[in-house]
């Protein structure tokens, strides 16, 4: 790796030491507070009725019956990066699966795509020959959360775990110099993000969420415009001028797929 290479993910993981290491020690209990706090209306995004509560079951039913595509079986978008283990990579794909099923309360196909998800978590011991103890301690954990958010159907709970998958194994993979650059795995957890936190209402996480977007996007800019991805940069840079302007949680929400739709763009830049 070039010097400057380090100096970049040096960077974003100084800067992102601190805000993550707050998500993993704090963000699971304060989420779990503002879920119950919240009223109904908060905690169910607007694409939902207020008349969920008597239909809820038979929604979830609808939904589960539904045909879905499996995101971690989507080779054509993803970029096949050999430099990462392949249970790594899988874990990453399966818990984006995890959030996107949760999501749509598509509990039969979260259920299907955990299971997966634990599977192959049981391979990174050998894979990863014993580094990143520590991280992959934190990995487990943070599945037996989701589990139990599953188990649950608890949608909110279900997308802010699995999200926190993505993000440990998003910081796994540094050591292996992904072809992808983890700044922009970080910015599709940043999406989801403002997802969940739009969801809540929570205008003060989504302003830090759009804080950490604009530092980790300054970081990875520069290399998307060396390869030639003027394009996607200028959508993006139109992106994250828009998350830094929005003023309320519904903004901030209208604004999440776009994101996450274009970090897919920009992950194509790299194959």
Known sequence: MKVSKYIILAAAFIGIGGFSGAVR?????????????????????SYKTNQIGQAKDANSQLEDSKEVPDPADDRDSEVNDDRVPSALSQVGEYGESVYDMAKINNWTKATTDLTSLQNVAKQLDAQLEGKSKAELAQLNSSITTLSQAVSAKDRQLAMHDANQVTLITAKMTVPFE???????????????????????????????????MRRIWNAVRLSILARGGSTQ?????????????????????????????EVDNLEKVFQ
């Open 25 to 45: 020690a704090k963000s699971a209990i304060e989420f779990r507070r503002t879920t119950v706090l919240a009223q109904p209306s908060e905690v169910i995004p």
């Open 233 to 261: 940069v200028n959508k993006f840079d139109t992106l994250i001028t828009r998350v830094e302007a929005a003023k309320s949680s519904s903004e901030y929400g209208r604004l999440a797929t776009p994101i996450l739709d």
């Open 178 to 212: 992904p072809k992808v650059p983890v700044e922009i795995t970080l910015l599709d957890y940043y999406g989801r993000e403002l997802d969940i936190w739009a969801a809540q209402g929570n205008t003060a996480k989504l302003r830090t969420t759009a804080g950490e």
